[in-house]
């Protein structure tokens, strides 16, 4: 069982890199000259224009309150509590972008500044990271009633899925399809 779980934890690693590469938008919160490290020139950031950076890119300057993720893009206690109980409200697997728990997951250091900076309170922290764990278990039971289907996923349902989640839906899906079918004698 160790080679699943480290080949999992691999993919889901790999997964969180490609979306740590990708773009977000921030907007510039206090003039910035910028810098230059190994050849590539990170900067001038100017107050008040938007920018679009890789996140890992952009992280440290948002830390350093040089840049702020764009309004319409946070990702808070109340933001994550607003997917929670849609999720919990809706039987069905709900469409989200393809690295919805990555964002989520990755946001949760802003909020963690925000706490340290004395901006929030602690207890956003503990909220949202009772939110993020009711968005996850919903979801992996979805993922578990999708899997113990005796009919191939449909399209739409697939659709559906995040990136991570498609990859455990695969996992999960074949060992219960092997299980079953050891105890229903089609092997």
């Not at 990271?129 to 009711?134: C, F, G, L, R, V």
């Amino acid at each position: 069982m160790n080679k699943i779980e480290e080949k999992l934890i691999d993919s889901l690693n790999r997964i969180n890199f490609i979306y740590k590469n990708g773009k977000i938008f921030t907007e510039c919160v206090k003039n910035y000259n910028g810098f230059s490290l190994f050849g590539k020139q990170f900067g001038p950031f100017e107050k008040g224009k938007k920018y679009n950076l890789k996140f890992f890119i952009a992280v440290p300057f948002i830390e350093n309150n040089i840049l702020k993720i764009e309004s319409s893009k946070k990702c808070d206690n109340v933001d994550v509590q607003r997917f929670a109980i849609a999720e919990r409200d809706d039987q069905r697997l709900i469409r989200q972008e393809n690295f919805f728990l990555n964002e989520i997951r990755e946001f949760k250091i802003f909020l963690e500044k925000q706490i340290s900076d004395g901006e929030k309170p602690k207890s956003d922290m503990d909220w949202f990271n009772s939110y993020m764990a009711n968005i996850i278990d919903n979801r992996l039971l979805k993922l578990l009633k999708l899997a113990k289907a005796e009919a191939e996923i449909s399209l739409e349902d697939e659709g559906k899925l995040t990136n991570s989640e498609h990859l455990l839906f695969n996992h999960i899906y074949k060992l219960i399809v092997t299980w079953r079918s050891f105890y229903l004698g089609k092997n």
